[in-house]
């Protein structure tokens, strides 16, 4: 069977409609799917609902229901995968609202900076490319950026202008890393730090993270994510056993084109890491 529990659709930045992402799910073998849009869980209800029109082909992956949420580790910004949570969970529902009006809020002080810096007409530019509902995040800003002519590439906007430290990146406190474990736990779901080796952080400073992340109630490791080395696979494989972490594996998958998070085709897990799924009574 093949899982790939990372992914995103346009309910977030992802550039698929939920349905689309199913599907493509299914013409690429894959067997359970989550979809885990930044910080709502739109993109799993959509798919979902889908499922259960008469429209939908046959014999599309399992879904699990998922989230990835931003999170705030000390002054460090840290991804939260919550999957298998109970989409009607009023705890989770309040975070995820609280975290949406930060994004908003967000993005909109991220457009008055870039006036200030002489790219005017960033926030007029978005609103007519997001679908109601969608999750703003720095992505759709850098699409902006790079329809107003601003710059030519998405990696150019984050390089220049977006990402961390630079002039138009705005700081938001995200809901703590605390705040946001239990919640997912509180919807009966498990809390998996995504894609641990992206942040820059010394590998002790990890331990660090990874024993607040236990303490608070976290329960997985995402211990594939998208191509990575082996040595990666092995460093996160080890940092599975000294933590008593279960394991996790997804693409983190947001457009076909990208050939670092490709849909389904991921390595296979190493054999003695215990895997998510097994607590949850998957049956294909
Ligand atoms: P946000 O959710 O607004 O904080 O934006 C983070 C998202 O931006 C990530 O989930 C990635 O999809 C994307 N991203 C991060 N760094 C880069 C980069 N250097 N180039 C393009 N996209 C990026
Ligand atoms: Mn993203
Ligand atoms: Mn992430
Ligand atoms: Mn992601």
Redesign the pocket.
């Known amino acids: 069977m093949t899982f790939d529990l990372h992914t ?1 659709s346009t309910a ?2 992802g550039s698929l409609a939920p349905h689309e992402l199913l599907q493509l799910a299914k013409a690429r073998g894959v067997s359970v799917l989550a979809i885990t849009d ?1 910080d709502t869980l739109a993109g799993y209800q959509a798919a979902s609902s889908w499922m259960q029109t008469g429209a939908a082909p046959p014999a599309l992956p399992r879904l699990v229901p998922g989230v ?1 949420i ?1 999170t705030q580790w000390g002054r460090q ?1 840290i ?1 939260v995968l919550g999957l298998n949570v109970d989409p009607g969970n009023g705890r989770l529902r309040d975070l995820l609202a609280s975290q949406q009006a930060r ?1 908003s809020q ?1 993005a909109r002080q991220i457009a008055r900076r870039l006036e200030k810096l002489r790219m005017p007409g960033v926030w007029d530019q978005l609103a007519g490319q997001l679908a109601s509902g969608t999750q ?4 759709h800003i ?1 699409s902006s950026l790079i329809a107003l002519g601003f710059v030519t590439s ?2 150019h ?3 220049k202008y977006l ?1 961390n430290g630079k002039p138009a990146d705005v700081r938001i406190e995200w809901a703590t890393l605390t705040e946001v474990v239990e919640a997912i736990g509180a919807a009966g779901g498990t809390a998996v730090l995504a894609h641990p080796l992206k942040y820059k952080m010394t590998a002790s400073r990890r331990r660090a993270l990874l024993a607040d992340f236990v303490g608070c109630g976290g329960r997985g490791i995402e211990l594939i994510s998208g191509i990575q080395s082996r040595d990666a696979t092995e460093v996160l494989a080890n940092l599975a056993r000294q933590f008593d972490l279960r394991v996790s594996c997804g693409s ?1 998958f ?1 457009a076909p084109e990208s050939r670092w998070q490709p849909l389904g085709a991921l390595a296979t897990l190493p054999r003695r890491c215990k895997v998510v799924w097994d607590e949850w009574s998957i049956t294909c």
Do not use: M, Q, Y
């Open positions: 995103h977030s930045d930044h990835e931003s910004g991804h994004r967000r703003i995040g720095r992505p850098a998405a990696e906007a984050f390089k990402g983190d947001h």
